[in-house]
């Protein structure tokens, strides 16, 4: 087999359970929350083109398809071959603690390039892990949307390798992310927007799925939801406190930046306004 060896330059993020460096530990608390996935900002804001106050801003929910690698996810499992507990990170998806000669997964993840956004964390104890980068990989390095993956770590004695192989057919699924350009100005550091899809069957088994989006620069992680999942209703619960509703009824299938702006969003599937709602 044809090994294919990237040595990695770039400098990785500091990751809940492991440090920046690999010289040093970091104690963790458990799993923490994924980073939110990269994403163009939002196409207007909403305050500004009502040319009035935030709470009379128009506000659109508009969804995007999306078919490319890197934004688009696809389903990865990870097999950790080594000989102790790890941690992998494959952009904002992550498969947390895993024991050694141990299978996670299935997952979403969602990355065009292997060789700049996995890395690999080495648990010394419950708390405390050590972070590595990878020094070469096998197999494809983009992840092709609604395709499913194998990823095996494994350590040589240049270092740790990555083996991406892709597996069995995947059953179709849908994957939702939330970007949203909220027309309350941020008033305090933590301060998040809400969006809520309301599923069309309140009695089946899919419940509510819900944003918390903390900045108009970036869009949530994805969610997985079952392969049609039918939208009744919109909830956006913005920072002033406003709620505003929109009604969709509509199935979706595939993957969607649900984008919330002052305007319908360029290339969207399709876009509807969101009404706010007396207090």
Known sequence: ????????????????????????????????????????????????????EPGDARVFASFREETDPGEAPALVTFHNDTASPHTLWIADSTFYNISASAVDGPQIATTADLTLEMTVGLHLTDKTCLKKK??????????????????RAFIAEDGYHADTQEGAPASPFTAIRALVDDPFPLQ????????????????????????????????????????????????????GGGKRVGLVDQALSGAYTLVLAGEPAEGAAFSVELDLEPE
Request: hydrophobic content about 40%.
């Open 188 to 239: 305090e550091p933590g301060a998040f927007s809400t969006v809520v899809l309301m599923p069309a069957d309140a009695s089946s088994a899919t419940a509510a799925v819900s944003f918390e989006a903390w900045s108009s620069d970036y869009a949530t992680s994805y969610t997985q939801l079952p392969g049609d999942f039918q939208v009744a209703a919109i909830q956006f619960l913005d920072r």
């Open 1 to 52: 087999m044809l090994r294919k060896v990237v040595t990695l330059f770039a400098s990785f993020p500091v990751l809940a359970g492991c440090s920046a460096s690999e010289e040093t530990t970091h104690g963790a608390s458990g799993q923490g929350s994924s980073s939110t996935s990269s994403g163009s900002a939002a196409s207007a804001s909403a305050s500004s083109s009502s040319g009035g």
């Open 134 to 151: 990878f020094v070469g990989f096998e197999g494809p390095v983009a992840l092709q949307p609604q395709h499913s993956y194998v990823v």
